[in-house]
């Protein structure tokens, strides 16, 4: 599939009521692509952290399109065949981060957050959200999971960003899980995928209808009649080591 009718079939399926974040490669239709189907749903471009020229410029290609929220997955900084390649990624330290936010102009969410320092970095930096990503655990074999780290992270937050999280979530129980825990929100990638490409807009809904019922039926098992309802009371967690 093109990355067009990639990202139509997933803004197609899940409707103006779910967000849709799509990617970002050397490539620069990655990025642009998908930007085509920003009428018809809510899309959420992710920048990869470019070098300095490079990321304005791909930020004021964002601007120019109809997405009034964009996203940077900077842990990608971390991957050796963006930043050998052309254009080459880097690091963003707290400055760095806050001159995004300044260049966006609109609400921005900083991807790959794994500690609580690297979250207090984004609230300064002035992000509107972030993402707890341990980049799908397939670069450091060794790293924590998202949902490990999620709880710390969310109390330090406090309410002042938002929260979302990935890695691994296939589920309605997953789903109620990770709000129980703290998370405005989950990022679920692979399965849309699948369902995308097996079955266009139709195979989205499938999946995404999937993911209601279940959470739903998790929601009245735990005596949850409302999303808010869902608190850090309803889950019991031990994480092994």
Avoid at 6 to 28: E, H, R
Wanted: charged fraction near 25%; hydrophobic fraction near 40%.
């Amino acid at each position: 599939m093109s990355e067009y009718d990639y990202t139509k079939a997933l803004v197609d399926g899940v409707g103006k009521d779910t967000i849709v974040f799509t990617g970002d490669g050397q490539n620069i239709d990655v990025l642009m692509e998908p930007l085509k189907a920003v009428d018809d749903g809510w899309v959420v471009p992710t920048i990869k952290p470019w070098q300095n020229d490079e990321m304005k410029k791909r930020i004021d290609m964002v601007k120019s399109s109809k997405c009034s929220v964009c996203c940077s997955d900077i842990d990608a900084a971390g991957l050796t065949a963006l930043k050998t390649g052309y254009p080459a990624v880097e690091f963003k330290d707290e400055k760095a981060l806050k001159e995004i936010v300044e260049k966006a102009n609109m609400p921005v969410i900083f991807k790959g957050i794994m500690t609580v320092d690297a979250a207090m970095k984004c609230l300064n930096a002035g992000a509107s959200g972030i993402v707890i990503s341990n980049h799908g655990g397939r670069v450091l074999q060794d790293a924590c999971s998202t949902i490990e780290v999620l709880e710390e992270i969310a109390t330090a937050v406090n309410g002042r960003m938002k929260i979302f999280i990935d890695g691994g979530f296939r589920s309605g129980s997953d789903v109620f899980k990770a709000l129980a825990l703290g998370a405005d929100g989950v990022l679920i990638g692979r399965p849309f995928s699948i369902a995308a490409i097996g079955d266009g807009a139709n195979g989205v809904r499938k999946y995404l209808d999937k993911i209601h019922e279940e959470l739903k039926e998790t929601m009245m098992m735990c005596g949850c009649k409302k999303i808010s309802d869902i608190n850090r009371d309803c889950v019991r967690v031990t994480f092994g080591r």
